[in-house]
């Protein structure tokens, strides 16, 4: 049995971890953010202090990428100085940490997938934090492993497949971009390959490229999201150059699996687990 704590535990992969988690095989100690302020150093370190903890997952990030471009204090405290708290705590403790990042960390100029030594370069500041963060782990922590994912959803909080499902719902058209190609990944697809790194136990320290396979476009997603949820509303998904926003994103964002691939053999399409989801959100709200 393994001592896990996970942090922003209140988040859409928090709670997915919450769902997926096996509490016969290891025990896990659930800290939202009203728990447990990423920023509060002294708080961070007497909740180690010998707690026996093995792993500390950090889910907790600031994630509103629009947000991030004015509140970019706020984006950096939580995203950078946050994982430095959390870095400190795990080096001072012998704990083992599992971060999660961001695609977001790339300028989107390759037009190949990115591997995990692939040049960073963020161009918006949600980015630029969350960039902050990785360096700022591995400053302080050699037992980390940083999982860079990409276009997050689930049926908890908020995020592109929940947005699109209640722009259907209230029967609205849909203007989505074409402009950024990327990978949509399941919250759940991703939990369990951070609970096969806690119960593996073998996998070497280091960056991580997580998604589905595959890839497609904003508007590539949403049309898959219409077709399982409402096949009779996919005309109201219309195919958009431009789409008007604050903070500027990658336009390709595709990661290269291989090295994850060599500890994980379990990666799901990205379609399979859209439809796999979207049945799951059917069941929810019938
Ligand atoms: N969403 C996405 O598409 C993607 C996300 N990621 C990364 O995945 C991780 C999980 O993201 P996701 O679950 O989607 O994010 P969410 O925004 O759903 O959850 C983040 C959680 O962190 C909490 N939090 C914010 N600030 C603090 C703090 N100072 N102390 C403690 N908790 C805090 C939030 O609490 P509250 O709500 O109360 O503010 C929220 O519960 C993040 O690291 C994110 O950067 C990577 C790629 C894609
Ligand atoms: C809602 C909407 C968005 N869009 C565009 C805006 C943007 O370019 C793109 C994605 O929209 P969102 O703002 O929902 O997604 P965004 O917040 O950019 O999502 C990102 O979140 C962070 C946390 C990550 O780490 C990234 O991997 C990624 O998932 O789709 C449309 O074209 N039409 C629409 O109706």
Redesign the pocket.
């Known amino acids: 049995m393994k001592r896990v704590i996970v942090?922003?535990s209140?988040?859409?992969?928090?709670k997915t971890i919450k769902d997926c988690a096996d509490t016969e095989t290891n025990e896990f100690y659930f800290f939202?953010?009203t728990d447990?302020?990423?920023?509060d150093s002294d708080k961070i370190e007497s909740i180690f202090a010998n707690s026996g903890f093995d792993y500390c997952i950090n889910?907790?990030?600031?994630?509103n990428v629009e947000g991030a471009e004015t509140n970019i204090q706020d984006a950096f405290l939580?995203n950078a100085e946050?994982a430095l708290n959390i870095a400190e705590a795990c080096a001072n403790n012998q704990v083992k940490l599992i971060h999660?990042?961001?695609?977001y960390v790339f300028n989107g100029k390759k037009q190949s997938p990115y591997t995990e030594i692939d040049s960073t370069d963020p161009i918006n500041q949600y980015g630029k934090s969350?960039y902050q963060g990785e360096q700022n782990i591995q400053e302080k922590l050699n037992t980390y492993y940083i999982i860079r994912?990409?276009?997050?959803y689930s049926l908890h909080?908020k995020?592109f497949l929940k947005t699109i499902i209640n722009k259907i719902n209230d029967d609205a058209v849909l203007n989505i971009t074409t402009e950024e190609v990327g990978t949509p990944t399941s919250c759940i697809d991703l939990a369990k390959f951070i609970l096969h790194i806690i119960d593996d136990n073998t996998i070497a320290y280091g960056i991580y490229n997580f998604s589905a396979r595959g890839y497609t476009t904003w508007y590539g997603f949403a049309k898959e999201i219409v077709r399982h949820y409402n096949s009779k509303k996919v005309k109201n998904v219309n195919a958009s150059a431009k789409f008007k926003t604050i903070a500027k994103r990658p336009s390709y964002s595709v990661f290269d699996l291989n090295k994850t691939e060599q500890a994980y053999q379990e990666l799901n399409s990205w379609e399979e687990s859209v439809e796999a989801l979207i049945e799951e959100y059917k069941k929810s709200n019938k």
């Open positions: 942090l922003g209140n988040g859409q992969l928090g939202s953010r447990l302020d990423i920023n889910c907790a990030a600031y994630t939580i946050g999660v990042s961001t695609d969350k994912t990409s276009w997050l909080g995020n």
